[in-house]
């Protein structure tokens, strides 16, 4: 992070990510295709926030399990120079 002094101008990039695992696994997925094809190559990403989390339900008349996670987060990234 940076310092407390510093006022450091920010983009913020809101992505959507899943997992067939966990919400962990949605948020780890998510961040590492951050870099991927030629997006955002112009930005250090330097932290994120979960703003939601949601998924949906396997109901099997005996059990309920979670079945499918998904987060949406907010990844701040500064400019390189």
């Given at each position: 992070m940076?310092?407390?002094?510093?006022?450091?101008?920010?983009?913020?990039?809101?992505?959507?990510a899943s997992?067939d695992n966990?919400?962990?696994?949605?948020?780890?997925?998510?961040?590492?295709?951050?870099?991927?094809?030629?997006?955002?190559?112009?930005?250090?990403?330097?932290?994120?926030?979960?703003?939601?989390?949601?998924?949906?339900?396997?109901?099997?008349?005996?059990s309920?399990?979670?079945?499918?996670?998904?987060?949406?987060?907010d990844?701040?990234?500064?400019?390189?120079?």
């Amino acid at each position: 992070m940076h310092g407390s002094k510093e006022n450091v101008h920010q983009d913020v990039i809101r992505i959507i990510a899943s997992s067939d695992n966990s919400f962990d696994d949605a948020v780890k997925q998510g961040i590492k295709e951050l870099k991927k094809g030629k997006f955002h190559q112009d930005l250090k990403f330097v932290s994120y926030e979960v703003v939601q989390l949601q998924g949906t339900i396997k109901d099997t008349e005996k059990s309920c399990e979670a079945e499918f996670y998904q987060v949406v987060l907010d990844v701040a990234g500064v400019h390189k120079h």
